[in-house]
């Protein structure tokens, strides 16, 4: 094996490390570039060729293949063909090419250091594997000031032309702020990868900065896009100018590149804000997004990213595309998000898509489109009109697909919303909010596990999805942040679930008092929710329930609401509700939910304890339904239309004077006494007998005598008969309780309701 050492640094092969072997090339590229000027590298297994200055490049003498080329003077080709011999190097030690195309066989291009290498240069044929090119070789200043855009164009053009990567090893600015003009087209195969921290630094506004239209297999990793712009946010995007001028670009590459002839037609339409995002994918498959940041330069809510990505339902390519026939289209497939942070984002994620999963996804500052003052919130322009949708960090939708395209195969695992909101207090109303998660629409096969959200507007909306498992959820929120009239859930459901499991998920609302439930009812079939756990501070609502799913087959266990107060006024308020189609026809829905902190029910057992619209009279099916009120110690249980609540209540009694003392707690009208113990905590005076009776002159018809000292005495009573009326409970003895004695009793009320 020959062995060449150079003294000075070479951006090749191996740097010489104690006990290092050769390592790939994509490795050794990457050294080359982090090579400091005092290292030493050693060349393996190529001969190293000094390219004279008189070199001919047409007559390329026998023996040069398996070589590296040491390129050390400025060479003209004069726009001729150079076919290079097999296995060549091209090492830019100083010189560089110009004008002309150079064709590989299986050859590898490095430089020592980062300058222009080639000028008007078009590169063919074949190279290496793990080949990078670096847009400075193609004469990009990369100082993150000097627009570099169109340098990076022609890099990304090269290495489509012979599969090669592209490196961005330093800041790097790509001026793409022009209506319909800028927009940056990959192609198949694109890699772009960034190496030390380099920023991709982009202004797009009115434009996608990237397109990804009916293209695969594109890489995209370690690198940050950092967004350097402001938006009006009283503009009026929906103009038609604007909209064909975006158009007419995108119409212009589908027809170029892709062979799709319009006819009186243009290109499928999402809306006008679809355009103002960082990439459009269009069709599009095979895409990676590997240790990616999108981050906004500025710091108030008017130069935040307006879309990061729009999953977006276009026409096939090699087709004809009329305006009285619906072409053939296609959406975005086999999306992966790995490692992804968001920040300084408006809509994070949006559109329709097959085959999407995202691992590791952090998302920090967000906010509703609005200007710096606060003004045009949500892009309101009176009327009614709001021009920017409510964006969340993914949503998830048809969107309005022509074909029968709706999301599926969703995988979202590992994502943390830290929801720092910037900007304006104020809220839409109405019009919508900024939601983390937002899947509508007909979606299919999804898992989102481990997702936590601390949106101040809440963690999600749901709905029609079959086949979805939504576990490990978190969400604290805000409901007051809210218009009174349009108060919104955490979560909510606008949709049906079908064979759908929600397991593991803690809701919170922040607020001081709060006007709404955090958590929606549900509607569909087949749907489980297992460890759902709601908490508030002070609930003081009018709303009627939400652990309920409208429909059949539904299980919700091992759930509960947690109430620090509960202050409404409003009687017969519920927890478990079903609406009335469920009432009369829903068939073997089990619920088993526990409250805490429900309001006290000893003044009115009836009106304030938990109500539950569960099933009526007219329903035939099997239901079972119970809600267990820790707070006031009762279980209340439907079987059917049955209902039957277990009130165990207790008092302890310090015994004064007298022969009789009547309790605080009673017995209610309608409830029957199931047991009775009486527990003596302190002796009684001596030489009296105590018993307990519903009055003074029924001195012992629940107990003939309680414990004397210190003792439990316990009796069934397994009352069968409603009475009607409240009755009392008394302490009666045959003698002076002598201020003498403490007890504490335990009685279990039973009542039954039958629904019609």
Same mark, same amino acid.
């Given at each position: 094996?020959?062995?060449?050492?150079?003294?000075?640094?070479?951006?090749?092969?191996?740097?010489?490390?104690?006990?290092?072997?050769?390592?790939?090339?994509?490795?050794?590229?990457?050294?080359?570039?982090?090579?400091?000027?005092?290292?030493?590298?050693?060349?393996?297994?190529?001969?190293?060729?000094?390219?004279?200055?008189?070199?001919?490049?047409?007559?390329?003498?026998?023996?040069?293949?398996?070589?590296?080329?040491?390129? =050390?003077?400025?060479?003209?080709?004069?726009?001729?063909?150079?076919?290079?011999?097999?296995?060549?190097?091209?090492?830019?030690?100083?010189?560089?090419?110009?004008?002309?195309?150079?064709?590989?066989?299986?050859?590898?291009?490095?430089?020592?250091?980062?300058?222009?290498?080639?000028?008007?240069?078009?590169?063919?044929?074949?190279?290496?594997?793990?080949?990078?090119?670096?847009?400075?070789?193609?004469?990009?200043?990369?100082?993150?000031?000097?627009?570099?855009? %169109?340098?990076?164009?022609?890099?990304?053009?090269?290495?489509?032309?012979?599969?090669?990567?592209?490196?961005?090893?330093?800041?790097?600015?790509?001026?793409?702020?022009?209506?319909?003009?800028?927009?940056?087209?990959?192609?198949?195969?694109?890699?772009?990868?960034?190496?030390?921290?380099?920023?991709?630094?982009?202004? #797009?506004?009115?434009?996608?900065?990237?397109?990804?239209?009916?293209?695969?297999?594109?890489?995209?990793?370690?690198?940050?896009?950092?967004?350097?712009?402001?938006?009006?946010?009283?503009?009026?995007?929906?103009?038609?100018? %604007?909209?064909?001028?975006? =158009?007419? =670009?995108?119409?212009?590459?589908?027809?170029?590149?892709?062979?799709?002839?319009?006819?009186?037609?243009?290109?499928?339409?999402?809306?006008?804000?679809?355009?103002?995002?960082?990439?459009?994918?269009?069709?599009?498959?095979?895409?990676?997004?590997?240790?990616?940041?999108?981050?906004?330069?500025?710091?108030?809510?008017?130069?935040?990213?307006?879309?990061?990505?729009?999953?977006?339902?276009?026409?096939?390519?090699?087709?004809?595309?009329?305006?009285?026939?619906?072409?053939?289209?296609?959406?975005?497939?086999?999306?992966?998000?790995?490692?992804?942070?968001?920040?300084?984002?408006?809509?994070?994620?949006?559109?329709?898509?097959?085959?999407?999963?995202?691992?590791?996804?952090?998302?920090?500052?967000?906010?509703?489109?609005?200007?710096?003052?606060?003004?045009?919130?949500?892009?309101?322009?009176?009327?009614?009109?709001?021009?920017?949708?409510?964006?969340?960090?993914?949503?998830?939708?048809?969107?309005?697909?022509?074909?029968?395209?709706?999301? =599926?195969?969703?995988?979202?695992?590992?994502?943390?919303?830290?929801?720092?909101?910037?900007?304006?207090?104020?809220?839409?109303?109405?019009?919508?909010?900024?939601?983390?998660?937002?899947?509508? @629409?007909?979606?299919?096969?999804?898992?989102? %596990?481990?997702?936590?959200?601390?949106?101040?507007?809440?963690?999600?909306?749901?709905? *029609?999805?079959?086949?979805?498992?939504?576990?490990?959820?978190?969400?604290?929120?805000?409901? *007051?942040?809210?218009?009174?009239?349009?108060?919104?859930?955490?979560?909510?459901?606008?949709?049906?679930?079908?064979?759908?499991?929600?397991?593991?998920?803690?809701?919170?609302?922040? #607020?001081?008092?709060?006007?709404?439930?955090?958590?929606?009812?549900?509607? @569909? %079939?087949?749907?489980?929710?297992?460890?759902?756990?709601?908490?508030?501070?002070?609930?003081?609502?009018?709303?009627?329930?939400?652990?309920?799913?409208?429909?059949?087959?539904?299980?919700?266990?091992?759930?509960?609401?947690?109430?620090?107060?509960?202050?409404?006024?409003?009687?017969?308020?519920?927890?478990?509700?079903?609406?009335?189609?469920?009432?009369?026809?829903?068939?073997?829905?089990?619920?088993?939910?526990?409250?805490?902190?429900?309001?006290?029910?000893?003044?009115?057992?009836? @009106?304030?304890?938990?109500?539950?619209?569960?099933?009526?009279?007219?329903?035939?099916?099997?239901?079972?339904?119970?809600?267990?009120?820790?707070?006031?110690?009762?279980?209340?249980?439907?079987?059917?239309?049955?209902?039957?609540?277990?009130?165990?209540?207790?008092?302890?009694?310090?015994?004064?004077?007298?022969?009789?003392?009547?309790?605080?707690?009673?017995?209610? #009208?309608?409830?029957?006494?199931?047991?009775?113990?009486?527990?003596?905590?302190?002796?009684?005076?001596?030489?009296?007998?105590?018993?307990?009776?519903?009055?003074?002159?029924?001195?012992?018809?629940?107990?003939?005598?309680?414990?004397?000292?210190?003792?439990?005495?316990?009796?069934?009573?397994?009352?069968?008969?409603?009475?009607?009326?409240?009755?009392?409970?008394?302490?009666?003895?045959? @003698?002076?309780?002598?201020?003498?004695?403490?007890?504490?009793?335990?009685?279990?009320?039973?009542?039954?309701?039958?629904?019609?």
């Amino acid at each position: 094996m020959n062995r060449f050492m150079l003294s000075t640094v070479f951006l090749t092969v191996c740097i010489l490390f104690s006990g290092t072997s050769c390592q790939n090339s994509s490795d050794l590229f990457v050294q080359s570039i982090l090579a400091s000027e005092d290292e030493e590298i050693i060349i393996e297994e190529k001969e190293t060729l000094v390219i004279s200055e008189d070199f001919d490049w047409n007559n390329i003498p026998d023996g040069f293949s398996d070589a590296i080329w040491d390129i =050390q003077f400025d060479f003209d080709l004069k726009g001729e063909t150079i076919i290079l011999p097999e296995n060549v190097t091209l090492y830019f030690s100083g010189g560089s090419l110009r004008n002309g195309v150079i064709t590989g066989d299986e050859s590898e291009v490095i430089s020592k250091t980062k300058y222009q290498v080639f000028n008007t240069i078009s590169l063919s044929g074949t190279f290496i594997e793990e080949q990078y090119l670096v847009p400075y070789w193609f004469g990009a200043v990369m100082d993150g000031i000097t627009d570099d855009r %169109d340098v990076f164009v022609e890099t990304l053009a090269q290495a489509h032309a012979v599969t090669a990567k592209i490196m961005v090893d330093q800041n790097i600015f790509l001026d793409v702020e022009e209506l319909g003009k800028k927009s940056i087209f990959i192609e198949d195969n694109t890699w772009i990868e960034g190496k030390n921290g380099a920023n991709i630094i982009i202004n #797009s506004l009115y434009s996608p900065a990237f397109y990804m239209a009916l293209v695969k297999d594109i890489t995209i990793k370690n690198v940050t896009f950092l967004y350097d712009n402001s938006y009006d946010a009283g503009y009026d995007w929906s103009l038609t100018t %604007d909209n064909h001028t975006n =158009q007419q =670009q995108l119409e212009n590459y589908l027809s170029e590149k892709r062979e799709i002839i319009f006819n009186s037609t243009n290109p499928i339409f999402k809306g006008t804000t679809s355009f103002h995002t960082i990439f459009s994918l269009e069709g599009s498959e095979n895409i990676l997004y590997d240790n990616v940041i999108f981050k906004a330069k500025g710091t108030t809510a008017n130069t935040f990213m307006q879309f990061v990505f729009k999953f977006k339902e276009q026409y096939n390519a090699n087709q004809t595309i009329n305006s009285e026939a619906i072409g053939l289209t296609s959406i975005p497939s086999n999306i992966t998000f790995n490692n992804i942070t968001f920040d300084g984002t408006l809509m994070g994620v949006q559109g329709n898509v097959n085959g999407f999963v995202v691992n590791n996804l952090k998302s920090y500052r967000y906010s509703d489109m609005q200007n710096i003052d606060g003004s045009n919130l949500g892009a309101f322009v009176g009327n009614d009109t709001y021009r920017f949708p409510p964006p969340h960090l993914f949503y998830l939708n048809t969107d309005s697909a022509i074909n029968d395209h709706f999301p =599926q195969n969703i995988e979202l695992k590992n994502i943390i919303d830290y929801g720092e909101y910037v900007g304006t207090v104020n809220t839409r109303g109405a019009s919508g909010y900024c939601n983390s998660l937002k899947m509508v @629409g007909k979606v299919e096969n999804v898992l989102v %596990d481990n997702y936590s959200s601390y949106r101040r507007d809440g963690l999600g909306d749901l709905g *029609d999805i079959t086949n979805g498992e939504f576990k490990n959820l978190y969400g604290e929120y805000t409901s *007051d942040i809210f218009n009174s009239e349009w108060k919104f859930n955490c979560l909510r459901f606008v949709g049906p679930l079908t064979s759908t499991v929600l397991e593991n998920i803690t809701l919170k609302d922040n #607020s001081d008092i709060s006007g709404i439930y955090p958590l929606d009812f549900g509607t @569909g %079939d087949y749907v489980t929710w297992d460890n759902i756990q709601v908490s508030v501070k002070e609930l003081n609502t009018n709303h009627g329930g939400f652990f309920g799913i409208f429909g059949s087959n539904n299980t919700i266990i091992n759930s509960s609401l947690s109430i620090e107060e509960h202050t409404s006024e409003q009687l017969y308020m519920g927890l478990i509700y079903h609406d009335e189609e469920t009432l009369k026809n829903g068939s073997n829905n089990h619920y088993e939910i526990t409250v805490n902190g429900w309001r006290n029910i000893d003044e009115d057992v009836y @009106g304030q304890s938990c109500r539950m619209l569960f099933a009526n009279s007219s329903n035939t099916h099997v239901n079972y339904a119970k809600v267990t009120d820790v707070s006031n110690n009762m279980i209340i249980e439907q079987v059917n239309n049955i209902q039957k609540d277990i009130w165990t209540r207790t008092e302890i009694v310090d015994l004064g004077y007298g022969t009789s003392q009547k309790l605080d707690i009673n017995i209610p #009208s309608g409830f029957m006494v199931q047991n009775i113990s009486a527990n003596t905590l302190e002796g009684l005076a001596s030489g009296i007998e105590v018993s307990i009776g519903t009055s003074t002159s029924l001195v012992d018809n629940l107990m003939d005598a309680v414990s004397k000292t210190q003792g439990v005495v316990s009796k069934t009573i397994a009352e069968i008969t409603e009475v009607i009326g409240n009755r009392y409970i008394y302490l009666n003895a045959d @003698g002076d309780f002598n201020n003498t004695g403490k007890v504490e009793i335990t009685v279990e009320l039973t009542a039954d309701y039958q629904y019609d």
